[in-house]
């Protein structure tokens, strides 16, 4: 049956993908910013997952051209989840026209010894196979795409070419917009044996004080155990 990654950014969250039946967990910060790098409170909360965890290694929102400091940040972040035990690392570099191999090379080195996701920096990419192969050729396991989309469904022909062209023991995983409605369909026609969502949901926001002070939105997302448990039903229907 294709694996089920969640993505997370809190300790409620990751209560609720462990209740809810994820395979993998990618653990994050401020998901409502494509995820960055997660505290220590919150890596050290799942030395005990029952699955394996892959940690966000991204310092800051917007673009992925990092600095040498950046890159050097990024490192220890590494050498911090290595030191915590846990399963792996998501990380993405890039330049204005694609890739930016160098930083890449010098994260994976980093990495050694740990699981690597390529995140959706590849979706910046024109041309996402020839990512794919450079992934490849630096011991990813796996790249996250939506296929240069918005969402997933929207990047379905783009994605079941790249899970075509990946090389042996390189994963490509559908994210983006999965939902319990189309995960299925986001499988059957990508050809992916892995899928990856937030399984959240819409909730509202505490204190009108909250809201006034700015420290909150009017409604936000948390991750919920019975959507994860409906992605988990519609992943074994299209098995």
């Known amino acids: 049956m294709p694996t089920l990654e969640i993505c997370i950014d809190s300790h409620a969250g990751l209560a609720a993908a462990i209740e809810g039946g994820a395979d993998r967990i990618e653990l994050c910060a401020a998901l409502d910013l494509g995820g960055l790098s997660p505290p220590l409170s919150l890596l050290k909360a799942a030395q005990d997952c029952p699955v394996p965890v892959y940690c966000m290694v ?21 050498a911090q989840i290595r030191d915590l035990g846990l399963a792996g690392v998501v990380l993405g570099a890039g330049q204005p026209d694609g890739l930016d191999v160098a930083a890449l090379q010098t994260l994976a080195t980093a990495a050694e010894g740990l699981g690597r996701t ?3 920096v590849v979706d910046l990419m024109e041309d996402r196979i020839h990512a794919v192969n450079i992934a490849s ?5 796996r790249v996250l ?9 929207d990047g379905v022909d783009s994605i079941a070419s790249m899970v ?3 090389p042996e023991g390189l994963s490509v995983m559908p994210g983006g917009g999965v939902t319990p409605e189309n995960a299925a369909d986001i499988l059957r026609r990508t050809g992916a044996g892995e899928i990856h969502g937030s399984a959240s949901r819409m909730t509202a926001a505490g204190s009108s004080k909250l809201r006034e002070l700015d420290f909150i939105g ?11 448990r409906a992605l988990k039903e519609a992943i074994r229907r299209s098995a």
Do not use: N, Q
């Open 164 to 166: 075509a062209a990946a």
């Open 145 to 153: 795409t939506s296929g240069g989309a918005p969402k997933a469904i």
């Open 118 to 120: 390529l995140h959706r």
């Open 58 to 78: 991204r310092p800051r929102p917007g673009d992925f051209v990092y600095s040498p400091a950046e890159i050097a940040g990024m490192c220890t972040e590494i």
């Open 137 to 141: 050729d630096l011991g990813f396991e």
């Open 218 to 228: 009017d409604r936000y997302r948390e991750t919920d155990a019975a959507t994860v």
